[in-house]
């Protein structure tokens, strides 16, 4: 026992049992199986030990005997008691055992006779429990080997049987080596020290160092009654790696737990954990069910120096110029070194970096791995010149090309000289005031100059200081001042019969007419032409009669050309009569054409024509069967036709005389203008047929009947036939012989003929010469000769694919089959169904393969309905080529889903979007911080990069990106967005800090007034802003001063102002509210003789004085409803005010509301401003002026614009801004805010106040006020009492109903119900807005509240023009932690 292991020493006389938790496998350490410990102690043998186990039928007797004799050598030598009592007897035992012996150490390393497979493993160790090794490893490459042993191998798994394993030359920490492995079976991993003394005992000597099994105990035994050498489960070995899956501290489920108990010396147990093959895994972990590692060598192993690179698993020098990080594992894949990059304005010089040259600058990156490189010389900007190899601006008055070399000499800057109509103010070349002039050549440097005032000539007038043409058809005299104030031309005015054309009076065109006055200044005018009355004509530009005969409508303009009168032309049938067109007489005609001017006209008879007569005076068509001669005058009386009379053999046929048809007679007389005749035919006889139109007799051996016409074309005779089943014998017919048939009607001229056999069909036999149906369950072929001797049919056989039903074949259903032999008279039968293989489907109840790129399982029922094969469903990454699904090339993608039975697809390259590029692995990965790309990099190509930003003129670098220069402020063109951050020069003609413009000079600001640089003094004049006091500070002398000790003030007075004082601290309960205090919920009321509003009190207030804070309120409904509430305060006072609820919905007031309403309000005093989330609080307590025309829809623009701090926001980001509108009086009237015309540069808005409520007192007292609070956007305070504060853009109303109301659901992650809802109406526009918009919030739940807008007018708004949004705020309600700041603490106080 002590061979098998070096952690456990066995002890004569001891007893030990075992209780597996696994699948009957023994443990690890343990010795035996529970079966072969129960034998053992009982004295018999267990039936476990013959027989296989039902999880595993890969037992022998050897290995189950094998396993027992660790098990039992320990008890050889007097084992005779039972932990029972139970006698036993060790001779028995003995004997038993005779037989057997443990397999040999080489049997057990070769796996001879063992089960399973040879498989080649990976053992790593990179991330295996390096804490839990218990060896010094070293270096670890050299110092640490690894083993593997199974039970298989050796049931005690231990290190003297394990087989090696061959630790990786390149690879430090990972090992490999062949095994015979087996799904189940139980195995380990050891490591140990190596040691350069080669006595293997050393590796077991517990003083020093000693290997390790990654299986075995969690927690120290006691199975051996605290005696170390009996103890398996030693502290020193407690707890194993492996032993720790499941409790967090490791991963996998490869591990199965197995308890060994034990009675002797004392009673106790175990618990091993051993690693379980699951029969695929190749590659494992010491220490851990894992497959694989993130790392790719323990941290032990020897890592790459500074400036070393990973190539073929060596560290390897980087090329000069280049680096690499310190700690490259040599062990995993190769690595690359980076070029070092120099900084800005450094250049390459033999792989280094080094300064620029003075006057010299450079981008920073270039390479060190590459070729030397130069800096470029630094271009001085526009109006610059060098000084010292530095670009320095030119003085006052001068200039200066840009492009000047500070590498070079130094340079000097030219004078400015200004232009025409320029003159010098201050060095700087400025135009001429409007209306005044100066010759070029003034000297920017020299003396100041002024210009010359400009007269206008004749025909000019003075327009904004320029001298201007009077408009065409106005003058005016010379001498106008174009430097004073706007001039005239006065209007030139025509006189009688002129007109304006072209701004000039011209005489009217003859025929025309005009009265005087026209006004030649303005649009062109026309002179009333002469029109001529009815029957004129014009001739020469006036008017004259018509000719005799002719006529003319009037209007005829005199204006024009000579017009002509018309003159009648005469239809068809008329003729002329004293210049009348008269309708000719009946009978007469003449032809269109004649004209009213010319002569009387007359109208000659019509004749008729032949076959026609007169009738009614018109010529008609002789009737049917009648004819007339030509000549007959219509003009006189009617006229007759002639009868037509037929001659001989003709007869009449429809009123025409045709001749008889060959064979047939007729008489003379017949009249065609009666009915049709006939003519007469004699008919032929029996045996008579025609020929030429006469009856002629038929040959002896031919026949016909009679009745043929003579004028009926020619006939034949007939020649003689037999009948069927009869034959010609000597011009004569006779009957077949029996058993033959003859189909044909022979002619009896034709000669003898013969007849055919009979045939007899399937299934028939010849008896007497005659075919019979053959016997039940027989069968015969077709073709028997009826006309031979009698025949006999065959017993019935079924076909293939047919059963026997009834004592007959019958075909197996669709989709069945049946051999074939089955006897027809016998019992009936069956077929079986068709089933159909792999990748076959049913179709018409037959078996087919499944169409390309589709799959389906064996034994599809081909007697049943169709089947269908499902398509081959590709996953992600996977694209279908010819029917299969294959892998998606690297950098490319493809969704899941498509099917390989379609069309071919493919991988589409996954295109990095901007600022991203492709890294070595065709992955897209961000570019460095101040680098950029153009979006579209393909990244299943090569690798791509990134370039520097290049800041434009006018732009810094900061953080990485640029930006702006500060107005005022200006920079070259070229900075790198990679490197440092960069800064820019305030401009020459910018003031300084705290410097303000005033008639284009820079001037301090006033007394307690800020500005910051950059104001231009070639602009227009500039302000500066009031400075602002923080908190415990007053004015003094226009400068902020900290109060005194015990003194406080608050934030916010003006510097420019008067001075102020400090005062008395204001006590903490001044600010204190309780839930008690405040209440934050009532209900509007619902009954018709509701007015539609409804006033409050609020009770909570933070105690402030007025004007030191702003009160923020918003109507609330539990239901999306078209009903929109808004609130407004009333009876404003230090520590109490009320507030006036109205509903939009309804303009009269007289409707009760459609839901109750919840009212939301937020307390924020003007000390936070600047603090935390509150950028802006304003108490505009100027009074609103009443509108004259009194109406309730009267809107009213504040007259100042309104301030927040923008500084405290994102560039482009605005604020938060919610309103009210207050009055100190008790008149509880309603009004509608919107925030307009918002400025994001200077922070500012505007704000646009309507009348909501509908009793028509316009602006009631003269004494609205508007109060207000800015807030960060997306911004929660950090104390909670701030959920959420944003914007949403409101959708227009859709185009149906009164298209009054919109509405929009904001959705959020509060998830939670316990808050409510503060909202204002923003509209996106720079001029006043035409109309109010409302808002209410409404059917607010975990995850959304809804906003609903309505026209302050109930006016439809579908097509308003600028955009509408919403901004809100979501707070907690009264019942969440109660704030309780500190006055100046920055903490906006929730009452409600």
């Known amino acids: 026992a002590r061979a098998t292991t070096p952690r456990a020493s066995w002890k004569s006389g001891s007893k030990l049992r075992m209780a597996s938790r696994g699948a009957e496998r023994a443990p690890l350490l343990a010795g035996a199986s529970r079966a072969a410990a129960d034998d053992v102690e009982g004295g018999a043998q267990h039936p476990a030990m013959m027989r296989p186990n039902h999880r595993s039928k890969a037992w022998t007797t050897k290995l189950a005997i094998g396993a027992t004799l660790v098990a039992v050598g320990a008890l050889i030598g007097g084992l005779t008691t039972s932990r029972n009592g139970a006698s036993g007897s060790s001779t028995s035992l003995s004997s038993w055992l005779a037989g057997f012996a443990a397999p040999s150490s080489a049997e057990a390393r070769e796996g001879a006779g063992q089960p399973g497979r040879d498989v080649k493993i990976t053992l790593l160790t990179a991330c295996s429990p390096h804490d839990m090794i218990r060896m010094n490893p070293g270096t670890w490459h050299h110092r640490v080997g690894a083993k593997v042993t199974t039970k298989d191998h050796d049931n005690e798994m231990a290190f003297r049987m394990a087989h090696d394993l061959h630790e990786d030359p390149l690879r430090c920490g990972t090992y490999t080596g062949t095994v015979r492995l087996r799904a189940g079976v139980q195995m380990n991993f050891w490591l140990y020290p190596i040691k350069n003394d080669a006595n293997e005992t050393l590796v077991y000597d517990e003083q020093f160092e000693f290997a390790q099994c990654d299986s075995g105990c969690r927690d120290a035994g006691d199975g051996g009654g605290g005696d170390p050498n009996w103890d398996r489960c030693s502290p020193k070995f407690s707890p194993a790696p492996l032993a720790l899956v499941g409790t967090g501290t490791n991963d996998g489920n490869c591990v199965q737990r197995f308890d060994v108990y034990y009675d002797e010396p004392e009673p106790g147990h175990e618990t091993f954990f051993n690693r379980i093959y699951d029969g695929r895994q190749t590659t494992f972990v010491w220490g851990s069910c894992g497959n694989a590692c993130a790392d790719y060598q323990p941290p032990q192993c020897p890592v790459c120096a500074i400036n070393e690179f990973v190539q073929g698993h060596r560290c390897t020098p980087c090329p000069p110029g280049s680096t690499h990080y310190a700690g490259a594992q040599p062990a995993g894949p190769d690595s690359q070194c980076a070029p070092i990059r120099c900084g800005p304005n450094e250049l390459v010089k033999n792989h280094e970096c080094a300064a620029c040259p003075p006057g010299t600058t450079n981008d920073q990156g270039d390479s060190c791995m590459e070729a030397d490189s130069s800096c470029d010389h630094t271009l001085c900007g526009i109006h610059q010149k060098v000084s010292n190899h530095v670009c320095v601006p030119c003085e006052p008055g001068k200039e200066n090309a840009a492009g000047d070399d500070a590498f070079g000499d130094d340079t000097e800057c030219t004078d400015i000289v200004c232009g025409s109509n320029q003159y010098v103010r201050n060095n700087i070349c400025r135009n001429c005031p409007a209306g005044t002039t100066r010759p070029m050549g003034d000297i920017a ?477 065709h992955a897209c990965v961000p570019c460095d911080p101040g680098m950029t790309s153009a979006s579209g990099a393909d990244a299943s190509g090569a690798p791509t990069t990134c370039k520097a930003i290049q800041c434009l003129a006018n732009q810094r670098v900061q953080d990485h990106a640029c930006v702006s220069c500060d107005p005022g402020f200006t920079a070259l063109p070229g900075g790198d967005a990679s490197g440092d951050d960069t800064t820019c020069q305030l401009d020459k003609n910018a003031c300084q800090t705290n410097q303000h413009v005033v008639d284009g000079e820079c001037v301090p600001c006033p007394p307690g007034t800020t500005n910051r640089p950059g104001d231009y003094y070639t602009g227009e004049d500039t302000t500066c802003d009031a400075v602002l006091c923080g908190a415990h500070e007053y004015v003094s002398s226009h400068v902020c001063t900290p109060c005194a000790s015990g003194r406080e003030a608050l934030g916010g007075a003006d510097a420019s102002g008067d001075d102020t004082v400090c005062g008395d601290p204001i006590p903490a309960t001044a600010t204190k509210v309780t839930p008690e205090s405040a209440q934050d919920t009532y209900t509007a009321p619902l009954s018709k003789s509701g007015s539609g509003k409804v006033t409050m009190s609020i009770p909570g207030d933070p105690g402030a004085p007025v004007g030191e804070f702003s009160l923020i309120a918003t109507a609330y409904g539990a239901e999306i409803k078209q009903d929109v509430r808004q609130v407004s305060w009333y009876a404003w006072r230090a520590a109490s005010r009320s507030l006036n609820v109205h509903s939009q919905w309804d303009a009269s007031s007289s409707q009760p509301w459609l839901q109750s309403a919840n009212v939301a309000y937020l307390f924020t005093l003007s000390a936070l401003k600047g603090k935390g989330i509150v950028v802006g609080m304003g108490d505009h307590n100027t009074r609103l002026e009443s509108l004259s025309d009194r109406l309730r829809t009267s809107m009213k623009t504040l007259p100042s614009v309104q301030q927040y701090s923008q500084h405290e926001l994102a560039k482009g980001v605005h604020p938060v801004i919610l309103i009210n509108t207050y009055t100190p009086n008790n008149w509880p009237d309603t009004f509608v805010c919107n925030v307009f015309k918002l400025n994001t540069n200077g922070g500012t808005f505007r704000v646009r106040v309507g009348r909501a409520d509908s009793h028509g007192h316009g602006w009631g007292d003269n004494d609205i006020r508007v109060v207000y609070a800015a807030f960060k956007p997306n911004a929660p305070s950090l104390t909670n009492d701030i959920l959420a504060a944003g914007e949403i853009q409101l959708p227009k109303p859709l185009p149906i109903g009164k298209k009054t109301f919109s509405n929009v659901t904001l959705e959020h992650n509060l998830n939670r119900l316990d808050y409510q809802c503060l909202a204002t109406v923003r509209i996106d526009t720079d001029k006043d807005p035409t109309r109010s918009i409302a808002v209410e919030c409404q059917a607010g739940t975990a995850n959304t509240i809804t906003f609903m807008a309505a026209d302050l007018e109930l006016r439809a708004w579908d097509t308003y023009g600028p955009d509408v949004f919403v901004s809100y705020m979501l707070i907690p309600l009264v019942g969440a932690p109660v704030i309780e700041p500190d006055h100046f603490s920055g903490v906006p106080t929730i009452v409600g």
């Open 445 to 921: 440097s020299a003396e100041d100059t002024t210009c010359i005032p400009t007269y206008c000539g004749e025909h000019e007038r003075v327009s904004y200081h320029v001298c201007r043409a009077c408009a065409a058809g106005t003058e005016n005299a010379a001498g106008d001042d174009a430097s004073g104030q706007n001039t005239y031309c006065e209007a030139i005015m025509c006189g009688s019969n002129q007109r304006v054309q072209n701004h000039l009076c011209v005489a009217c065109p003859a025929g025309s007419t005009s009265p005087p006055g026209a006004n030649a200044a303005g649009g062109n005018t026309a002179c009333t032409p002469t029109l001529c009355t009815e029957h004129m004509r014009v001739v020469g530009n006036a008017c004259v009669p018509c000719p005799a005969g002719s006529e003319n409508a009037a209007g005829d303009d005199a204006t024009g050309d000579d017009t002509t009168c018309d003159y009648g032309i005469c239809e068809e049938n008329q003729h002329i009569k004293n210049h009348v067109c008269t309708d000719c007489a009946p009978g007469t005609h003449r032809t269109a054409g004649d004209i009213t001017t010319s002569a009387d006209t007359t109208c000659p008879a019509i004749l008729c024509g032949v076959n026609q007569r007169v009738l009614g005076n018109q010529c008609v068509g002789c009737p049917l069967g009648t004819t007339n001669d030509a000549g007959d005058d219509a003009s006189g009386s009617d006229t007759e036709c002639d009868p037509i009379i037929c001659g001989l053999n003709q007869h009449v046929i429809s009123h025409a005389c045709v001749a008889c048809l060959d064979g047939s007679a007729n008489e003379a007389g017949d009249n065609a203008a009666l009915g049709n005749t006939d003519c007469d035919v004699q008919m032929c006889g029996t045996n008579e047929a025609v020929e030429s139109a006469v009856c002629h007799k038929c040959p002896d051996d031919a026949s016909h009947e009679a009745g043929d016409s003579p004028t009926g074309g020619d006939t034949s005779c007939d020649e003689l036939y037999c009948h069927v089943n009869m034959k010609v014998l000597s011009g004569a017919c006779e009957a077949c012989p029996s058993g033959t048939v003859n189909a044909n009607n022979d002619p009896v001229s034709g000669g003898d003929t013969t007849c055919d056999p009979v045939l007899c069909p399937v299934h028939m036999r010849v008896q007497d010469n005659a075919c019979v149906p053959c016997d039940a369950g027989m069968e015969n072929a077709a073709g028997d000769d009826a006309s031979g001797k009698d025949t006999t049919c065959d017993i019935v056989l079924c076909e293939e694919n047919h059963r026997v039903s009834g004592g007959a074949c019958v075909p197996c259903e669709p989709g069945e089959s049946n051999e074939a032999g089955d006897y027809m008279l016998g019992a009936d039968t069956t077929c079986e169904p068709i089933l159909c293989g792999v990748n076959q489907k049913v179709s018409g109840n037959e078996c087919v393969s499944c169409e390309a790129g589709t799959t389906n399982d064996a034994q599809d029922d081909a007697s049943g309905d169709d089947t269908t094969c499902d398509p081959v469903v590709c996953i992600a990454n996977q694209y279908v080529t010819e029917n299969t699904c294959a892998s998606c090339a690297a950098g490319t993608t493809a969704p899941p889903g498509s099917l390989a039975n379609g069309d071919d697809t493919t991988c589409a390259a996954t295109l990095c979007a901007t600022n991203e590029r492709v890294d070595e692995n």
